[in-house]
């Protein structure tokens, strides 16, 4: 009889076993759950498929061996929950880390909620079936045996077989009893099997959204359609999602940023996509209409001749002119985009938000990297601090392995705040011609002083290579007027809560 409750296929045990060798958190589920209750891993199993497959069915009763009526209760209960639906359309259908997270979460809670005496009966109750199982297979290998042996060996043997048969019909009766014991108490077994885990189901939405949220900030994913793998060549493996998920994990600063990613993406993203005001230019098919610009010849000629210009006129009027179907193209970007960071230890202050200057200035960051990979724009990051400390990390066409910008993010020196050595590295940059064009985005938090002489020469080569300059100063207006003289727009933000006109001059590069 079946020990599983959920129908599946080899498909889908090949999913869960890889899952069960690479998440190590589900396999330390099954393994401390084992000793106490061994119809534990069967009850992680399905709760696996159950969270995977596209449309989980149930086995029905009558199909199940009786241990496995309990972990049947304990599952449809679970599937009748509206967290169950929740979670699942968070992204577990199909997804083998985030159904191994869901699972995790809800096993440990539901195995929590069996009281003692329950998982007692229930062992005895799976000792028994596997001991009758263990017996009938005896009986029959002892019957097979006793056809191919002289008549006493043969007598001998099928009294062994007869009294092993009876002692596994004791035992097989000792398992019905157990299971009816346990039928009795089904109602109880339901409340606090559901009970657990609608509390276990929302924790697990949480927790993908958050893994769900790392993923899109360092693969990409926000920006491509064709995956979130950072290149739009298809979904990320389980490994590399998996590597990707624990390196966040480790980092509070991480986390921070990929929570807010999302937001700032968004925005900038739609920021870009409400500079798109120009006329179709894009010839993609032929349709109907009356637009006398976009008539094709084929109607114009029409009105060379006399019996059929009428016609040509009613068309028109009727708005059945054949006519080219043109749509705009999206407008890219100038140019690259080169990110200076300000690196110094009051960047970790918070700014009347759950989140510091420097893990604004970083997801702002990868928001504008969403919008150099959508337009194949090169950029560059420049951390700074005091004195010469600087470190640069580029992206060509805004292209990067999560390790990179897991890399870039993470970074800080922790220092003071001195602009000279970012501005003359920005310069550089711009002199080189790929970097033609370029949008400079600043920002900092900190007094600003710079020379008269880097303003002048800076001013020069900003107007030569068209280059525009848009500055941040996070916490107060001290820095704002040194930046003006460099920048074309500055944006003074008191409140990290109330950043939206910031965000649109920043996203509109």
Known sequence: ????????????????????????????TVEGSTASLPTAPALVSDLFYSLYRP??????????????????????EMMATSQWESVRAAGTVGDQLYSAIATATVAKSVLSSLDQKLMERLKQLHEA??????????????????ENASSDRAQALYEQARAAREQAEQEQAEAQTIGEELAEESEQI??????????????????????????????GGYSQQGGSNGNGKGAMTLREKLSL??????????????????????????????????PPDEIVGVKIGDELARVLPVELAQLGDPDLEALFFKKYVEGQLMQLDMIGSEKQGRGPIIVALDSSGSMTDLLGSKFSKEVWSKAVTLALLAIARKQKRDLVVIHFAHATLLKVFS??????KPTELIATTEFFFNGGTQYEAWMAEALKLVETSQFDKADVICVSDGDVFISPQLEVDWNRRRKAREMRCYSVSLGDERGSRELARISDAVCTIENLTQDNDALQTIFAV
């Open 190 to 219: 339901e409340d606090s099997a559901r009970q657990a885990a609608r509390a276990a189901l929302a924790e697990a939405e949480g927790d993908i959204e958050a893994n769900e949220a790392a993923v899109k900030a360092f693969s």
């Open 55 to 76: 449309a989980p069915q149930l086995v029905s009763t009558e199909e199940l061996a009786p241990s496995a009526t309990v972990n049947r209760t304990i599952i449809e």
């Open 1 to 28: 009889m079946n020990h599983s409750v959920i129908y599946h296929d080899d498909y889908d045990s090949a999913a869960y076993a890889e899952t069960l060798t690479m998440y190590p958190r589900l396999a330390e």
């Open 395 to 400: 992206f060509a066409k805004g292209e990067g």
């Open 129 to 146: 079936e596997q001991e009758a199982e263990r017996l009938f297979e005896q009986a029959e290998t002892l019957e097979e045996m006793a």
């Open 245 to 278: 998920a624990q390196n966040v994990g480790k980092s509070a600063r991480l986390k921070q940023v990929a929570e807010l990613c999302g937001r700032m993406t968004r925005i900038a993203l739609a920021v870009q996509k409400s500079k798109i005001k120009h």
